[in-house]
Nanobody
Framework: QVQLVESGGGLVQAGGSLRLSCTASGRTTSNYVMGWFRQAPGKEREFVAVINWSGGRISYAESVKGRFTISRDNAKNTVYLQMNSLKHEDTAVYYC?????????????????WGQGTQVNVSS
C-alpha cells in the first residue's frame, strides 16, 4: 500500500504563487508515475499534470499550461507542483496520485493511490 501526503496549500491572492509537495511512502511500484488532480466545489475531479519516473514525459491540462510546473525528486519520493500566476478559478482541493510505470495517463482511473488533498484558495 502506498501512502501519499500533500502539503503546501493555502490562501494566496490572484497572480501569486504556491508550491505543492507530495511525498510517497510504502509499497511504491518501480518507475511509478506521479500526477496532480484538483477538485473544486460541485465539480468533478480533474487532471492537472503528470510526470513519469525519469521526468522525460510530462503532460499538463490546457488550463494550467505555461503557469504550472510539475517536477519530482525520486531520491525523496516527492513530486512538486509549482503554481504561478494563480487565478481564482484555480481554487480547489489538490490531490496527488501515483500510477504504475508506463504511459502518462490523465484519467483518474489511471491512478491507483491518492493523497488526502491540500486546499488551495485564490482570492480575486
Amino acid at each position: 500500500q502506498v501512502q501519499l501526503v500533500e502539503s503546501g496549500g493555502g490562501l494566496v491572492q490572484a497572480g501569486g504563487s504556491l508550491r505543492l509537495s507530495c511525498t510517497a511512502s510504502g509499497r511504491t511500484t518501480s518507475n511509478y508515475v506521479m500526477g496532480w488532480f484538483r477538485q473544486a466545489p460541485g465539480k468533478e475531479r480533474e487532471f492537472v499534470a503528470v510526470i513519469n519516473w525519469s521526468g522525460g514525459r510530462i503532460s499538463y491540462a490546457e488550463s494550467v499550461k505555461g503557469r504550472f510546473t510539475i517536477s519530482r525528486d525520486n531520491a525523496k519520493n516527492t513530486v512538486y507542483l509549482q503554481m504561478n500566476s494563480l487565478k481564482h478559478e484555480d481554487t480547489a482541493v489538490y490531490y496527488c496520485a501515483t500510477a504504475p510505470g508506463g504511459g502518462v495517463g490523465t484519467m483518474t482511473t489511471d491512478f491507483r493511490s491518492w493523497g488526502q488533498g491540500t486546499q488551495v484558495n485564490v482570492s480575486s
